[in-house]
């Protein structure tokens, strides 16, 4: 039997480092499961008294990100008075940063999604892959620091938005049986070429749900056991062909895959 609990995450900004670390250390845990609730952009006694309403009302552990000193003793102290566990997610990093970098932090909330160079970097990143996706303005890809290939729902789409995020440039060229890529997007100088391909089970599941999700029900080879097997097994000789990284989504997260695309391009830059 799965055991609830209540986890209260408070943040002086948009909460995602929070949202994060939280789901990291819940995934540790059998057997239990989080009720969460989150309380983003919290700078403000009213606000902060509002969100402690709440904790009184549903005992629980909280995580929280705040920077400002008075808010986190407000914090601590009411749910001393509450017993329940209180716990700073950046402590100890912020911590070891400052003493080796002879600095004190600065007590900014949301510094790190200030539009800066970094941020505009990451919004040009995810125009390019929404212009380059399954295929579209292939003259600039050119551009792109990396390109995915592979068949029809191996997750090339979710993967370059979530490079872009990173800051990453990802484009995305997909392979359909019986329609030809020219030869020339496959030898572009500057990207990095990926190949993504899974197990023809996996690929039948996911491409039989999207049809089913579009209200489709007839056979094709799209959903045809053999054809697909085909489909997957030519991908894999086009990658051979060509040398490239190959990653095998079939039990990955879009997560995992972008974290093994980033290190594929580090390992890519010369050492300084």
Known sequence: MVREYHLHLISD??????????KAVCAQFEGVMAREHIYSLVRSERQLHRAMEHIAANPGI????????????????????????????LDRAVESM??????????RPGGQHEMDSRYLERVEALNFAIQHDDGQNVQALSEADVILVGVSRSSKT???????IRGVRAGNIPLVPGMEVAE????????????LWLSPERLLQIRRARLTTMGETKGSDYIDEDAVRSEIASARRLFERYEWPTIDVTRRSIEETAASILNLLAERKPAS
Do not use: D
Request: hydrophobic share 45%.
């Open 13 to 22: 900004a948009t909460g995602e480092t929070l949202n994060t670390v939280a």
């Open 62 to 89: 909280v995580f929280f990100t705040l920077v400002n000193p008075l808010l986190r003793q407000m914090l601590e102290a009411e749910c001393g008075r509450l017993t329940v566990p209180c716990v700073s997610i």
């Open 98 to 107: 400052g003493n080796f970098l002879g600095a004190k932090e600065t007590h």
């Open 158 to 164: 979710p993967t370059c938005i979530y490079l872009a």
């Open 184 to 195: 020339s997007l496959f030898s572009l100088g500057r990207p990095l070429y990926v190949g």
